[in-house]
């Protein structure tokens, strides 16, 4: 994979993610068992495709190239992200309970890159994500100032911080030889085993009609296993900071879905934040300056992978 291609599959995956929300109101199913179904039958295409990728070749393995202990650690924080989330919303609103996890998790990113690999982030990725998070806060909120539960956003700020180990934790593993087929598998399929039971909990009935499994196939199958595969492509030759911040495209694509799809409106406030944010992770995406090397598994890259938001 040339460096190039590595931000459009992440910014692909960002599209991906944004359609879940339309996708999700179309059901007729609770949020939190919603999510559930989507993260185990995600998780489990997820990690059927790392198995049969591994039984066709050798070498495909995370075992000896990445710490299996903190790879199981990845897999909690996958389900513990959306538990966070989830209560978050409930507890302090969509509007801030989104702005607050999706905001912060480029900021943690880029902080947990810097603390493991050393890697100082750009100063260029550092004004693109702060003006990206502020248009995506502009975007969401329309600009108005509501109230804020405390233990909301406290429970906001640990999604983005788990959202942030997970992608650290994918990059560290890619970064060190693993196929990203194999490290997303793993992370997902771990995930999928600790959210059946939520999904139990949480009464699987709406599954039984047809808008419902049909809305679980596609939020699995698509917002999850094609868009975490498409994520770990783009993580073997793009910088984690960067990817998170790529991913930031996610609530403008859930917005102007709610626009077409939904009916929904846009004040001019949230126009000009939408146009922050996608001049901002236009700047973020175009690759800076930097030696050619040669990256894991025979891609030719203009920086290695396993920098975690490298300076330059």
């Keep these: 994979m040339r460096k190039g291609s590595g931000p459009l599959a992440v910014v692909a995956a960002a599209v991906l993610w944004g359609t879940a929300g339309t996708a999700g109101a179309l059901a007729d199913a609770p949020p939190v068992s919603l ?18 990728a591994a039984a066709a070749r050798t070498g495909s393995s995370t075992r000896g190239r990445g710490s299996v202990a903190v790879l199981a650690l990845g897999a909690v924080a996958v389900a513990a992200y959306q538990l966070c989330f989830f209560a978050a919303v409930a507890r302090t609103g969509v509007a801030i309970g989104t702005v607050v996890a999706i905001g912060s998790g480029p900021v943690f990113t880029g902080l947990l890159s810097w603390l493991v690999e050393r890697a100082v982030p750009t ?12 248009g995506c806060a502009v975007l969401v909120t329309g600009g108005a ?9 406290a429970l906001a ?19 060190r030889g693993a196929r990203s087929s194999a490290v997303m598998g793993a992370l997902f399929g771990g995930a999928a085993v ?13 599954l039984a009609h047809p808008r419902g499994l049909l809305t679980a196939l596609y ?8 868009a975490y595969f498409l994520y770990g492509r783009g993580l073997r030759t793009t910088p984690v900071a960067t990817a998170a911040t790529l991913a ?23 126009w000009a934040g939408l146009v922050l944010l996608a001049l901002s992770l236009v ?18 890259v203009d920086q290695a992978p396993a920098p975690l938001g490298s300076s330059s």
Excluded: N
Aim: hydrophobic fraction near 60%.
């Design 123 to 134: 100063r260029r990725w550092a004004a693109g994500t702060a003006a990206a998070i502020a």
């Design 248 to 270: 930031l495209a996610e609530p403008a694509v859930a917005a102007l879905l709610g626009l077409v799809v939904l009916r929904e409106h846009l004040s001019a406030v949230s």
């Design 157 to 175: 700020l640990l999604g983005g911080l788990l959202y942030a180990f997970y992608a650290v934790t994918a990059a560290r593993a890619i970064g």
């Design 283 to 300: 700047a973020v995406a175009v690759p800076e300056k930097g030696k050619a090397v040669t990256g894991q598994e025979g891609d030719r």
């Design 219 to 226: 939020l699995g199958c698509a917002t999850t296993a094609l």
């Design 35 to 52: 999510a559930a179904a989507r993260l185990v039958l995600g998780g489990a295409v997820l990690a059927a495709a790392a198995a049969a």
């Design 194 to 206: 600790i959210m059946l039971p939520v999904l139990v909990a949480t009464g699987p009935g709406w």
């Design 145 to 153: 100032a509501g109230g804020a539960h405390a233990g909301g956003v």
